[in-house]
């Protein structure tokens, strides 16, 4: 379906949740068919693991380029997107796989799943905020998630891709240059530590924790920013109910909820968009 088609919804609706796995919806990695996760749930970059333990992905075939734009185009059918940008997602894909062999990146490398879990779901929420001229920060972008399909799509919104793992920010930084975009740009430092020295309009967040935690994790920086936007599965809304309260207390506010829907049957996603308290009045 297209972003357009995506349900856009009352930020109070409440309906029934899929069970969701032991540990909460973001419990564990990338959910994959054999992460022995829920395989919609929403998708993890290695956020809390050590890109040096034992490599999954070792000896895993890299898809070729040819491959990777047919996921592409497969994956982004009906979306109104340029031919050269999906290009480019498959050229960012082959070097994200490419660096999985080495260090523990990503636990989906099927060239569909990538295309959908990563790019597509990455790519929505261009179209969801209005971005040209702001800046934004993906924080705990692990492989570069939501952060680099974000920059490829928009040469006007800067971009700083924030983990506090110097070896994934090394391998961004890789990418970026590989790729060469501008606008794009990696650090390495804990979230707290940098949005207490530097304000962005949008703060996105893929997966990296609860809703309650990452509103606990920036409430001593909540003014420096804008929006916080949230990258969730199906169990959305009850991470938001469980979360409101304090939500609240900390002055986050939310506005939107967008869902949509991932081609093939791979999962159902959200977006929550928090106003953050640095928005407030603006």
């Not at 990563?118 to 993906?138: C, F, I, K, M, Q």
């Amino acid at each position: 379906m297209t972003a357009s088609e995506a349900r856009m919804q009352p930020a109070d609706e409440d309906r029934e949740e899929p069970r969701e796995p032991a540990g909460g919806a973001d419990a564990g990695s990338d959910a994959g068919p054999d992460s022995g996760a829920d395989p919609k749930a929403a998708p993890r970059s290695r956020k809390d693991e050590d890109p040096d333990s034992v490599l999954e992905h070792a000896h895993t075939p890299v898809p070729s380029l040819d491959e990777l734009r047919a996921a592409m185009a497969w994956a982004f059918e009906g979306e109104e997107i340029a031919a050269h940008l999906l290009d480019r997602f498959a050229e960012h894909a082959r070097v994200v796989l490419d660096g999985n062999r080495r260090m523990n990146l990503t636990a989906i490398v099927e060239p569909r799943e990538v295309a959908a879990k990563h790019y597509l779901d990455s790519w929505r929420t261009t179209r969801l905020l209005p971005l040209v001229g702001r800046a934004l920060l993906d924080m705990g972008t692990g492989a570069g998630f939501p952060g680099m399909p974000v920059a490829l799509s928009e040469p006007q919104v800067r971009v700083v891709l924030l983990d506090s793992t110097r070896k994934r920010i090394d391998f961004v930084n890789e990418c970026i240059a590989a790729l060469k975009v501008p606008n794009a740009s990696a650090v390495a430092e804990r979230a707290e530590d940098h949005l207490a020295r530097n304000k962005y309009d949008i703060v996105l967040v893929r997966a990296v924790s609860s809703v309650r935690e990452n509103v606990r994790l920036l409430r001593k920086v909540r003014h420096s920013h804008k929006d916080l936007v949230m990258l969730k599965g199906p169990s959305w809304s009850r991470e938001a109910r469980a979360a409101e309260r304090e939500a609240e207390r900390l002055g986050f506010r939310l506005d939107t909820v967008w869902e949509h829907k991932l081609p093939g049957e791979l999962g159902d996603r959200a977006f929550l968009v928090y106003r953050a308290p640095g928005g407030h009045g603006n």
